[in-house]
């Protein structure tokens, strides 16, 4: 399964809303991961099952979606939140991922 | 809290073998849990590479499977990937990261889903 990310980069105010897109070559129900990664680290888990956060995520990280279209949205942004976000899907084996969103700072 | 650890030879010629490892600490590998390695060329995107569940049973990548070795060491808590006949194409942050259970229709079975925490990755050049 194909996972295709929107924008490439996405440039956006501190404070203001961020949408990120996800879009999977077939249906993987709601089985889709997002990830924060910030440079030189690893990623982390932000959101599993499209909408779930994982432990210590912030409630401004809201996932939705599911089948083919899913969306990471962080409602006001932080300057800890600039970073690449990636989509992962483990629907279909193997999981793969997107190539990920750069949120930069506007 | 979990804490994985990834180190080997930052440089390996191309057509040996890469041969990987993993420090685990914080919980034990044997208790439960799936345990993979995870890839990032540069500038590109993640590639699941295989992993195994704590029972030995082994999880690999169709497109890397026939050069993809991964093996666990519980005594020290560490588990290793060797990947062989490597490429300038396997030059890469390698990661290992813990996976979290998910039933896979397609395979009939439960194998890694996603994946978390991961440990701080290593970089592998593949180069002569």
């Known amino acids: 399964i194909v996972t295709t990310q929107s924008p490439a980069t996405l440039s956006v105010s501190p404070g203001e809303r961020a949408t990120l897109s996800c879009r999977a070559s077939?249906?993987?129900?709601?089985?889709l991961a997002w990830y924060q990664q910030k440079p030189g680290q690893a990623p982390r888990l932000v959101i599993f099952?499209?909408?779930t956060r994982a432990t210590g995520i912030p409630a401004r990280f809201s996932g939705s979606g599911s089948g083919t279209e899913f969306t990471l949205t962080i409602s006001s942004l932080q300057s800890e939140d600039f970073a690449v976000y990636f989509c992962?899907?483990?629907?279909?084996?193997?999981?793969?991922f997107g190539q990920g969103t750069k949120l930069e700072i506007k | 809290q979990v804490q994985l650890q990834a180190s080997g030879p930052g440089l390996v010629k191309p057509s040996e073998t890469l041969s990987l490892t993993c420090a685990v600490s914080?919980?034990?590998?044997?208790?439960?849990?799936?345990w993979g390695w995870i890839r990032q060329p540069p500038g590109k995107g993640l590639e699941y590479i295989g992993g195994?569940?704590?029972?030995?049973?082994?999880y690999y990548n169709p497109s890397l499977k026939s050069r993809v070795t991964v093996s666990v060491d519980t005594s020290k808590n560490q588990f290793s990937l060797k990947l062989n006949s490597v490429t300038a194409a396997d030059t890469a942050v390698y990661y290992c990261?813990?996976?979290?259970?998910?039933?896979?229709?397609?395979?009939?079975?439960?194998?890694?889903?996603?994946?978390?925490?991961w440990g701080q990755g290593t970089r592998v050049t593949v180069s002569s």
């Open positions: 992962q899907q483990y629907n279909n084996w193997p999981p793969t």
């Open positions: 990261a813990r996976g979290l259970g998910h039933y896979y229709y397609d395979t009939s079975d439960y194998r890694m889903g996603y994946f978390d925490p």
């Open positions: 914080g919980y034990s590998i044997s208790n439960g849990y799936y």
């Open positions: 077939q249906s993987v129900s709601s089985n």
């Open positions: 099952g499209a909408s």
């Open positions: 195994f569940y704590h029972t030995g049973i082994t």
